[in-house]
């Protein structure tokens, strides 16, 4: 299992899906010539293999920031406005993503 895989399978197991509601959405990252994405459906979660064909928000990103957003060391808007975080698509999703995945 890869670096990203791990800690994307742990955000999965935090999923809050009283947080999520009725958002149906899916979050693809790119980190480190990776790429995986989460799916938020009906108050479900689910991490899958590769690209999406057509993602929400798109979180381009280095494994070390992805490990500290997870982890809660990095606020991911602070990381975003730096530029450490780049993101395609609807930027107001991403923000939402500590909602759906508190850090441990």
Do not use: K, Y
Request: hydrophobic residues 40%; contains cysteine; charged residues 20%.
């Amino acid at each position: 299992m890869s670096n990203l895989v791990s800690v994307l399978q742990q955000w999965v197991e935090r999923f809050q899906p009283s947080a999520a509601g009725g958002v149906s959405a899916v979050f693809e990252f790119q980190v480190d010539q990776e790429t995986q994405h989460i799916l938020l459906r009906n108050g479900q979660c689910s991490l899958e293999s590769g690209e999406h064909n057509d993602p929400d928000a798109t979180l381009r990103m280095n494994l070390s920031t992805l490990q500290a957003i997870a982890s809660g060391e990095l606020d991911g808007m602070a990381a975003f406005l730096s530029g450490d975080i780049e993101v395609d698509g609807d930027v107001m999703l991403a923000a939402r993503l500590t909602e759906f995945f508190p850090p441990q």
